[in-house]
T-cell receptor, first 113, second 110 residues
Framework: DAGVIQSPRHEVTEMGQEVTLRCKPISGHDYLFWYRQTMMRGLELLIY????????DSGMPEDRFSAKMPNASFSTLKIQPSEPRDSAVYFC???????????FGPGTRLTVL | GEDVEQSLFLSVREGDSSVINCTYTDSSSTYLYWYKQEPGAGLQLLTYIFSNMDMKQDQRLTVLLNKKDKHLSLRIADTQTGDSAIYFCAESINFNKFYFGSGTKLNVKP
């Protein structure tokens, strides 16, 4: 298995633009998580899905952030409009319902100028 | 909410032992974890311990859990330069929602 796949690996955009981050979880995993990593706040859970349904989005910082999971093999995290304080590394992770390990993707480094 | 605390930095010499400490607040944690993040990469699971255990050993790694003090530690014996990375402590209560510490950056000097 290729592991959790994220794209793009790096994104540089200007303030006000829409940003879409993509994630493909490991096949057969029914939980998907979006995290944000910054120096100031460490690793924060933004939202997680079970069987494509959002379970807990209490970590989503603002209405500018939205996440979807249209099917078991794809999820997006969208920021519209983006702001410089959104600059961070965004990780996607997946997990099986019977397992106790989360498998992380390589992350997307987002820079908003 | 749950709070997982770690010191930010640790520097050791190659061949020495490293001890990375973590405190957590939720006594109902089911599992506690140590993840490793190498530069430019995602987090990888190093080891984990079930909350009813006191110690777990896995080759050069020793995990100690003090439930009374809500303290978790990771000891790396014979630390190598390849061990330089950020180490995250995490707890889970319901197997799915993980709470991560801010990470401890381990620097191993040759």
């Amino acid at each position: 298995d290729a592991g959790v796949i994220q794209s793009p690996r790096h994104e540089v955009t200007e303030m006000g633009q829409e940003v879409t981050l993509r994630c493909k979880p490991i096949s057969g995993h029914d939980y998907l998580f979006w995290y944000r990593q910054t120096m100031m706040r460490g690793l924060e859970l933004l939202i997680y899905f079970n069987n494509n349904v959002p379970i807990d989005d209490s970590g989503m910082p603002e209405d500018r952030f939205s996440a979807k999971m249209p099917n078991a093999s794809f999820s997006t995290l969208k920021i519209q409009p983006s702001e410089p304080r959104d600059s961070a590394v965004y990780f996607c992770a997946s997990q099986t319902s019977g397992g106790n390990e989360q498998f992380f993707g390589p992350g997307t480094r987002l820079t908003v100028l | 909410g749950e709070d997982v605390e770690q010191s930010l930095f640790l520097s050791v010499r190659e061949g020495d032992s490293s001890v990375i400490n973590c405190t957590y607040t939720d006594s109902s944690s089911t599992y506690l974890y140590w993840y490793k993040q190498e530069p430019g990469a995602g987090l990888q699971l190093l080891t984990y311990i079930f909350s009813n255990m006191d110690m777990k050993q896995d080759q050069r790694l020793t995990v100690l859990l003090n439930k009374k003090d809500k303290h978790l530690s990771l000891r790396i014996a014979d630390t190598q330069t390849g061990d330089s990375a950020i180490y995250f402590c995490a707890e889970s209560i319901n197997f799915n929602k993980f709470y991560f510490g801010s990470g401890t950056k381990l620097n191993v000097k040759p």
